[in-house]
């Protein structure tokens, strides 16, 4: 039976630019009327393109942005207000890992001290064990504890990329939101954090979400995968069924796109790339979609189970409400 650690509804996120001193604030919507489940002890992989709310996702997830609709619940209860006391008390069960890991840490700090912080902030251990908690912290992120003495600059991109992970596993968090944790850093070392993201979350049962552009990371560490496009999630299933034969044709051209896959055919899409600030009626991948007809362009598709396969799917076509040939002829 899947638990849910963490269930967010309808999750929406506008921001208000001001293009000139003179011109009328735009209003983007970056994240819109969003459902998430994050399932207990599970890795849920988010992907799309760079600008479709991901990291707006990640941040709302962890109450470090309020959504300006929706609803967040955690083990069960209301996600707090962000900054209250409550709020605070949480964020010791729910950590996150940023793509760059030198702008994550202080550089005035050593490794060991950043690693410390946690448990001094949230009060775990005594001061007398800490020092054995930060060795094992670190070890458990592959580091030596003699490199708790070093300065965030004495270390390589992916010995920073641990010391991070170590810090956030210093409070015990039960939920790790990863955003782009390996694209900051050398292709030779990718690998070995992957390796040790995974197996950090299986080995401590983390509920864990994973955002990326990489879709082989993401094959790599997924019980499940999200698609986004343009603010919402478009397809939602097992990495097998997604990540192999994807049934939104926005999954599809963004799977094809995976480098050294033999015998797909490459999917390129047409049109311009998606404006949050102008967002297409009805389907918002319509404009650019080799399936699109008027029924797509009046009618946004609701993110619905497709009997038989444990994905869900927003597209009319996909649905099979509507066939491709009825869509061409109209
Ligand atoms: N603080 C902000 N103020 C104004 N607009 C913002 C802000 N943060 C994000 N946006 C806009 O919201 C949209 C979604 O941004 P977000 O950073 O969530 O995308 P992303 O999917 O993480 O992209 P990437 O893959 O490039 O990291 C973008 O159009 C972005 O320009
Ligand atoms: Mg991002």
Known sequence: MTVPLLVARGLTRRYSMKRGMFSNPTT????????LFLEQGRTLGLVGESGCGKSTTGRMV????????????????PMPRPGSAEWRSLRARMQMVFQDPLG?????????QQVAEPLVIHGIGTRADRPD???ALLTQAGLRPDQGARYPHELSGGQRQRAVLARALAS???LLVCDEPISALDVSIQAQVMNLLTETQARLGLTMLFISHDLRAVRQV??????????K????????????DPAHPYAQALVSAIPGQKNVRRIRLQGDPPNPADRPRGCAFHPRCPLAGPVCRQ?????????????????HVAQGEISPSFQRAA
Do not use: N, Q, W
């Open 28 to 35: 983007v919507t970056a994240v819109d009327g969003l459902d």
């Open 62 to 77: 962890l109450g470090m942005e309020t959504p300006d609709a929706g609803s967040i619940a955690f083990a069960g209860k």
């Open 104 to 112: 994550a840490l202080d550089r005035r700090l050593t490794i060991g």
């Open 133 to 135: 908690r930060v060795a």
């Open 172 to 174: 015990g968090p039960e």
């Open 222 to 231: 997924s019980h499940r995968v999200a698609v986004m496009y343009l603010g």
């Open 233 to 244: 999630i478009v397809e939602e299933g097992p990495p097998d069924a997604v990540l192999h």
């Open 299 to 315: 009618l946004v598709p609701e993110l619905k189970p497709r009997p038989g396969d444990g994905r869900m799917v927003a597209c």
